[in-house]
């Protein structure tokens, strides 16, 4: 009986289809597939509230009208629906697909808004208040400000600001912008009501800012996850974080537990930057009563 042996050049070829195989399959379902993670987070609050957040949509389409994302939004029966910046690209005049998913979600739940970079450069780059488009399509925006907001019986403090949030020891006064964030901070959290946060930039709240700031539940994105994430590693690189900096999604709770980081992947990327092995997430967070 002869013995088949493959040719080192029909191996090698066999192994880079499989390669190739795999990697435009985990291409594919980092741009198209959906991922919800559900997380229970005990709190003073008298009855149970569900929050959907979705983060750095990057103007990406789940089906046509992005209906696969609001039907999957939908099947989670949010009391309350938090959109944490980046919901467009900068350098894209478009609106529609934004303003198209608020104006939709706002038929499901109470929808919040904050800034992320994308829509601050894109103000600056096309003269658009894009706070007010997103009011008009049904959004609550949230701006250095909050709004006191009741499901049920319970009423949450719900803010929402674009800033690193450092802690107060490390915000100069002569810094104005800094000073600003670290006033409205002061004030937000001066309250005996249960507090959130919508806050695009999660990198300080990752660090000391989490055990400093009186904030129950701090909302965050844009970091995507590391953009491409490594089976054992996490994700491969990070604004304001560099090479591997770890997991980059997820539950991240202060020192003493009182305090919460909700860290979403989001849903899209901008163009240049694909996402791979990184399927996009909408994440639900139920706050649970702790007795």
Aim: hydrophobic share 40%.
């Amino acid at each position: 009986m002869k013995k088949h042996i493959l040719r080192p050049s029909i191996l090698i070829c066999l192994i880079l289809a499989v390669c190739l195989i795999l990697y435009f399959g985990l291409f594919y379902i980092s741009r198209h597939g959906l991922q919800v993670s559900v997380y229970d987070l005990p709190s003073d609050i008298d009855e149970p509230i569900r929050i959907v957040q979705l983060t750095d949509l990057h103007n990406s389409e789940f089906g046509p009208g992005n209906q696969r994302l609001i039907d999957a939004v939908t099947q989670q029966n949010p009391d309350l629906i938090f959109l944490t910046g980046d919901l467009i690209n900068d350098d894209d005049p478009n609106l529609s697909i934004a303003v198209n998913l608020i104006h939709e979600l706002s038929q499901v739940a109470p929808v919040f808004a904050s800034y992320g970079n994308h829509e601050l450069a894109y103000e600056d780059t096309f003269s658009t208040d894009l706070s007010q488009q997103y009011q008009q399509a049904g959004a609550t925006f949230l701006d250095r400000s909050w709004t006191e907001y009741t499901v049920g019986h319970t009423t949450l403090r719900i803010g929402g600001v674009y800033s690193y949030c450092l802690p107060p020891q490390y915000t100069s006064e002569d810094n104005e912008p800094q000073q600003q964030v670290c006033d409205y901070l002061t004030a937000f959290q001066d309250t005996q009501l249960p507090t959130v946060l919508l806050c695009h930039l999660p990198v300080s709240w990752l660090g000391a800012s989490l055990n400093s700031w009186d904030v129950d539940v701090v909302f965050a994105g844009h970091l995507h996850g590391g953009q491409v994430i490594i089976p054992g590693l996490g994700g491969l690189y990070a604004p304001d974080m560099g090479w591997f900096p770890g997991q980059l999604w997820g539950v991240y709770p202060s020192e003493d537990k009182e305090h919460t980081l909700i860290l979403s992947r989001g849903l899209g990327s901008t163009e240049q930057v694909p996402r791979v092995n990184n399927i996009p997430e909408i994440v639900v967070v139920n706050l649970i009563p702790k007795n």
